[in-house]
C-alpha cells in the first residue's frame, strides 16, 4: 500500500508514501498538529503532546515520523547511515517561505550533518500539469528564487517538486543524493486522496508519508 523511492530503499531507510495508517508494531508513528507553518521540532517516541509544527525531526532509533498530505508535497529527510530521519509537510507557502531550509538547518544544528550527509526524496503532490496557483503566488516564487523563475513556473501553475528540488540544489545537496516520486495526485485519484479533487481533507482521508530511524 505505500509507494517507496530507490534512492531511500538503497540505503535501507524504512519510508513509505500511502494511503494507510503504518502496520501496527513496535514502532510507533510521530506526528503533529500541521498549520501551514514552518516550524521543525524535534520528537521522540515518548512524544507527550503532539506538536504543532509541519516538519518532525527524530534520532532516537526505530522511530517513525509522519506527516499528513493531500495535494501538498511531502519531503523526507535521512542521513546515509539512517539515523537522523525527517518528515516535512510543504504546501506552497511552506515550500515558498522556507520549510525545507528550515528542516535542513536543524539537521545541520542539531545534528552536526553536512549537505552531503544528506538524501531527500519528494512524494506524490500536486504536480505542474494541475496545481493552479494565484499570480501573488508566482510572484512570491519568482522574487525570492529568481533562478527558478520561467524555467519550471508555467501558465499559472506551480511545479511544487521542482521548486523544492531547487532548493535543495542551492543549499548544496548532491542531485544525486535527492529523489522524486514525481506522480500528481490529481491526475491519479485511483492512487491518491485530493484535497482539490474531492473537496475534504482530513486524516485517515489523505496520505501519510512517514520515514523511519534505523536502530
Ligand atoms: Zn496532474
Known amino acids: 500500500m505505500f509507494l517507496r523511492h530507490p534512492l531511500f530503499s538503497?540505503?535501507?531507510?524504512?519510508?513509505?508514501?500511502?494511503?494507510?495508517?503504518?502496520?501496527?508494531?513496535?514502532e510507533r508513528l510521530v506526528t503533529a498538529r500541521q498549520v501551514h507553518g514552518l516550524d521543525v521540532v524535534r520528537v521522540d517516541p515518548e512524544g507527550g503532546e503532539r506538536p504543532e509544527a509541519d516538519g518532525l525531526w527524530t534520532d532516537s532509533p526505530r522511530t517513525r515520523v509522519g506527516v499528513w498530505t493531500a495535494d501538498c508535497l511531502p519531503v523526507l529527510f535521512s542521513d546515509r547511515r539512517g539515523r537522523v530521519a525527517c518528515?516535512?509537510?510543504?504546501?506552497?507557502r511552506g515550500a515558498v517561505r522556507g520549510i525545507v531550509h528550515e528542516a535542513l538547518a536543524r539537521l545541520k544544528d542539531e545534528q552536526g550533518l553536512v549537505s552531503s550527509d544528506l538524501l531527500v526524496v519528494l512524494g506524490p503532490s500536486?504536480?505542474?500539469?494541475?496545481?493552479?496557483?494565484?499570480?501573488?503566488?508566482?510572484?512570491?516564487?519568482?522574487?525570492?528564487?529568481?533562478?527558478?523563475?520561467?524555467r519550471e513556473t508555467i501558465d499559472g501553475h506551480l511545479d511544487l517538486p521542482a521548486?523544492?528540488?531547487?532548493?535543495?540544489?542551492?543549499?548544496?545537496?548532491?542531485?544525486?543524493?535527492?529523489?522524486?516520486?514525481?506522480?500528481?495526485?490529481?491526475?491519479?485519484?485511483?492512487?491518491?486522496?485530493?484535497?482539490?479533487?474531492?473537496?475534504?481533507?482530513?486524516?485517515?482521508?489523505?496520505?501519510?508519508?512517514?520515514?523511519?530511524?534505523?536502530?
Open 87 to 92: 518528515a516535512v509537510h510543504a504546501g506552497w
Open 163 to 215: 521548486l523544492v528540488l531547487h532548493q535543495l540544489g542551492n543549499e548544496g545537496i548532491p542531485a544525486g543524493q535527492t529523489g522524486s516520486i514525481d506522480l500528481c495526485t490529481i491526475c491519479h485519484p485511483e492512487l491518491f486522496f485530493s484535497h482539490r479533487r474531492q473537496g475534504i481533507l482530513r486524516e485517515g482521508r489523505s496520505m501519510i508519508n512517514w520515514i523511519q530511524t534505523s536502530s
Open 10 to 26: 538503497s540505503y535501507g531507510i524504512e519510508h513509505g508514501f500511502g494511503l494507510v495508517s503504518p502496520p501496527n508494531n513496535s
Open 126 to 150: 500536486a504536480g505542474r500539469c494541475c496545481y493552479q496557483v494565484g499570480q501573488e503566488v508566482l510572484s512570491e516564487v519568482s522574487s525570492r528564487y529568481p533562478g527558478f523563475r520561467g
